[in-house]
């Protein structure tokens, strides 16, 4: 599954957030963006799982116009997992997951042997199948960005969209998550806070500033003091860490730019 992101621009009320973004994800990569909050990485996402309608862009996912593909077809293609879902009502944890086969249904139908078999796999696969029937509203917000990963799961998509999925867990959950990602194998976009846990996971990122790509590549060429400085405002040491062998980034009290 290929993404191809072209020119995408979106504003609000005549106010441009994100302009001219350009994004290329390769099959089986799991790519980055990075950049301050109020950057524009959110704003991305949204457009391209259609809860925004971008001004202008083109993007394609495997050639096929992802805007005139219709919400059920895009949902057979693409999983969303986002922060902690507030919901209206309260719904099992079983009944959560088994929301990622409605692209696979018309509005009536009931699950089949096989949605089941799909929705047990995906509770197991994220260790949650004792909780099938626990309340979605009672679990913590690790447990609850696992069910909603075990719901994308159930989608049985090739590409995960992942808008800030580790925001407010601690590292623990943080660390959890992001490996059943990557041990998925799909091919992954995230717009990630933490820029180790971006070097670690990330095969490429894209660093936004200003809702522009100020840079692109692999996180030993934009991860450097420079680029962190001049666009976060803050010293940072930047090392390879001898046993994971990725960046390990360290930010220097006292270096924030204020101006």
Known sequence: MKLQVENL?????????????????????FVGLIGPNGSGKSTIL???YRALQPKGGVVKLDGDDLFKLNYKQAAKKIGVVGQENSLPFDFTVEE??????????KIFDGDTLEDKEIINKS??????????KRNYLHLSGGEKQRVLLARAIAQQTDFLLLDEPTNHLDIGYQ??????????KVTVLAALHDLNLAAMYCNRLYVLKNGCIYKSGTPEEVLTPEIIYDVYGIRADVSVHPVTKKLTITFLPGSLNIN
Not at 96 to 105: C, D, E, F, H, L
């Open 9 to 29: 621009s979106f504003a609000y009320d005549q106010e441009p957030v994100i302009e001219n973004i350009s994004i290329t994800v390769k099959k089986g990569e």
């Open 175 to 184: 660390i959890q998550i992001l490996d059943f990602v990557k041990n998925l």
């Open 46 to 48: 949204k457009n391209l």
């Open 96 to 105: 959560i997951v088994a929301m990622g086969r409605s692209p696979y249904k």
């Open 123 to 132: 509770l197991a696969y994220m260790g949650i199948a004792e909780m099938a």
